[in-house]
């Protein structure tokens, strides 16, 4: 099977004021949502999209605990480096920051507070990663579009116009946190200059792509689910909705793991092994199910 030549970064940098005193020791994305750590959730989108190269980039203080959480990514058949952000300078900053990574190639970024769950996710993602040039960003239906970034789009969906927390928003699609990009983004991440409170904004990389006219919007219909998990109230909402799909359907949502089993990266085995290092957790017992009905698959005896 083939996979993406695209590398992947995760900005899961920040101070989490919106969530203090529960940020005060640790990353925000380093918090559960329900059964597994935030940071879970938005590599697992990306190894969704079949990206096996993944750069981190967070403060000094939490890179650290993310390496001891993740380690080199070899264990789940992919690659993890990191990066520091010294400072909160805005989300464009992570293209500047991953420019060596990206080596002029391209990529997606995506934010580490931000979960995204529907049937036809991989399609869309898969969609996305064949586009050879521009950029593709994914819009959500809001009821209050003065929060979020904003697109404007025609009646065939082609983006009009891109505002960042509008007053008078020209429409109710947000922008979510990922972002599929060219090999260009890097150098224009370079071209922009901070916003009035000082951040190096994405809607300004965004902007660039659709004045070239190579701006391209894929919207995540009704049926899909996306959680920007900044927020305490956001945080329970997103965890009691994993945990309901999970009790409910006794699948778990954004299983790394799992997906990298299934992309043929890691075997059976060396799942069963990672399992038996926590064997009485709980997620090591749903890893064991897991390999056990892909072995039976694979026999011809399966499921």
């Given at each position: 099977m083939n996979w993406s030549d695209r590398k992947g970064i995760v900005l899961a940098g920040g101070l989490g004021t919106r969530l203090h005193p529960l940020t005060v020791a640790t990353s925000k994305q380093l918090l559960p949502v329900?059964?597994?750590?935030?940071?879970?959730?938005?590599?697992?989108?990306?190894?969704l999209a079949g990206i096996r190269d993944v750069l981190?980039?967070?403060?000094?203080?939490?890179?650290?605990?993310?390496?001891?959480?993740?380690?080199?990514g070899s264990e789940w058949g992919m690659k993890m480096s990191y990066v520091e952000q010294e400072k909160p300078s805005g989300i464009a900053e992570?293209?500047?920051?991953?420019?060596?990574?990206?080596?002029?190639?391209?990529?997606?970024?995506?934010?580490?507070?931000?979960?995204?769950?529907?049937?036809?996710?991989?399609?869309?993602?898969?969609?996305?990663?064949?586009?050879?040039?521009?950029?593709?960003?994914?819009?959500?239906?809001v009821n209050d579009p003065s929060a979020y970034g904003i697109v404007a789009v025609d009646l065939e969906g082609k983006a009009l116009s891109l505002e960042e927390k509008p007053r008078l928003p020209a429409s109710n699609l947000a922008v979510t946190g990922l972002y599929f990009y060219d090999g260009k983004a890097?150098?224009?991440?370079?071209?922009?200059?901070?916003?009035?409170?000082?951040?190096?904004?994405?809607?300004s990389v965004n902007q660039k792509y659709l004045?070239?006219?190579?701006?391209?919007?894929?919207h995540l219909y009704r049926g899909f689910s996306w959680f920007d998990a900044g927020t305490v109230e956001a945080?329970?909402?997103?965890?009691?909705?994993?945990?309901?799909i999970e009790l409910r359907q006794g699948l778990k949502v954004s299983c790394p793991e799992e997906i990298c089993l299934n992309?043929?990266?890691?075997?059976?085995?060396?799942?069963?092994?990672?399992a038996g290092r926590r064997p009485n957790a709980a997620y090591s017992q749903y890893l064991q199910m897991v390999a056990a009905e892909v072995r039976l698959r694979n026999s011809g005896s399966g499921l």
């Open positions: 329900y059964d597994k750590p935030m940071i879970y959730y938005p590599i697992s989108t990306l190894l981190l980039i967070s403060t000094p203080q939490a890179l650290p605990q993310f390496r001891e959480l993740l380690g080199d992570a293209l500047i920051l991953g420019e060596e990574h990206l080596a002029g190639g391209p990529g997606v970024l995506i934010l580490g507070d931000n979960i995204f769950f529907g049937n036809g996710l991989t399609g869309m993602l898969r969609a996305a990663d064949q586009r050879t040039s521009g950029a593709t960003i994914f819009s959500y239906r890097s150098s224009i991440a370079r071209t922009i200059t901070p916003s009035a409170r000082g951040e190096l904004e994405i809607t004045e070239l006219g190579e701006l391209h919007v894929t945080l329970l909402d997103a965890a009691d909705f994993i945990r309901h992309n043929g990266w890691i075997s059976p085995d060396e799942m069963e092994a990672l």
